[in-house]
């Protein structure tokens, strides 16, 4: 807290100690009417969550394990463009403070050196077509040690620590965090997705690589050329451009 320097996200903050998952903590919070800002973070999770009900492990005293209560006045099917949005904070936030080449991998996992450093998960609560509440999840591998990697994750995931070959404060990098998220959410909600939609495109790294994206007509294989104001990855395939929604890609 004494690095805070955020007009009200954590102002209001629960810490403990270890717990299943910060989600639930915020999701009961927010249920009880807690205000926007409001932050749950652990040291430790037993039942972390990742997207489509994968694991996300979450070692003690070694990562940020946050989850962040957001009530803004938007539709639902606007709700997309806040991960998009809490990426390009996250992004910006770990270039600046860390010096490391960090990328986005659209939707929203964030890459260094093509390894996973943070996942982040957007829950929300609807009521008729408006969004309620939205629970934002970010999970960072900071101080996270190779020994504290699961054989099955070395591949694909790594920390802030083994790539920057010292390990980061914690706290200072919350704090960070904060803030920027603060200035791009306030950012989007005065001006709209599009000045996000910009920030997103300078700190993807994968903009003109050619993947192939799993989407529910089957595999697509295609340039990706941008981001579509809905959030959608463009993709440049043989039969045109083609937004691509919610799905798995492989670069
Ligand atoms: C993903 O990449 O699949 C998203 C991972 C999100 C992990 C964070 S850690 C804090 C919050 N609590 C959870 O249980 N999950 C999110």
Not at 21 to 33: P, V
Not at 232 to 240: M, P, S, V
Request: overall charge negative; some cysteine; aromatic content about 6%.
């Amino acid at each position: 807290k004494p690095h805070l320097r955020t007009r009200s996200f954590g102002r209001r903050m629960q810490y403990q100690e270890c717990v299943p998952s910060t989600q639930l903590l915020a999701h009961e919070w927010a249920k009880e009417g807690a205000e926007e800002g409001s932050l749950v973070i652990t040291e430790e999770q037993t039942d972390g969550k990742g997207r489509m009900n994968r694991i996300w492990h979450s070692p003690p005293h070694s990562g940020i394990w946050m989850s962040l209560v957001l009530r803004p006045p938007i539709p639902v099917t606007e709700a997309p463009q806040l991960t998009l949005m809490a990426s390009v904070a996250v992004t910006r936030t770990l270039r600046r403070e860390t010096g490391l080449d960090v990328t986005i991998k659209w939707p929203n996992d964030l890459l260094v050196g093509g390894k996973k450093i943070c996942g982040i998960l957007t829950e929300l609560r609807g009521e008729q077509d408006r969004v309620q509440y939205v629970v934002l999840g970010i999970g960072i591998n900071v101080n996270v040690t190779p020994d504290f990697l699961p054989k099955e994750l070395e591949s694909i995931a790594t920390s802030l620590a083994i790539e920057g070959g010292r390990t980061f404060q914690r706290p200072l990098l919350i704090a960070a965090i904060l803030k920027e998220l603060e200035e791009v959410y306030e950012g989007y909600l005065d001006h709209g997705f599009e000045p996000i939609r910009i920030l997103w495109e300078e700190a993807a790294g994968m903009l003109g690589r050619i993947i192939t994206a799993q989407t529910p007509e089957g595999p697509r294989r295609g340039e990706a050329v941008g981001l579509a104001s809905s959030g959608a990855l463009l993709l440049k395939t043989e039969e045109g451009t083609l937004p691509v929604y919610s799905s798995d890609i492989q670069i």
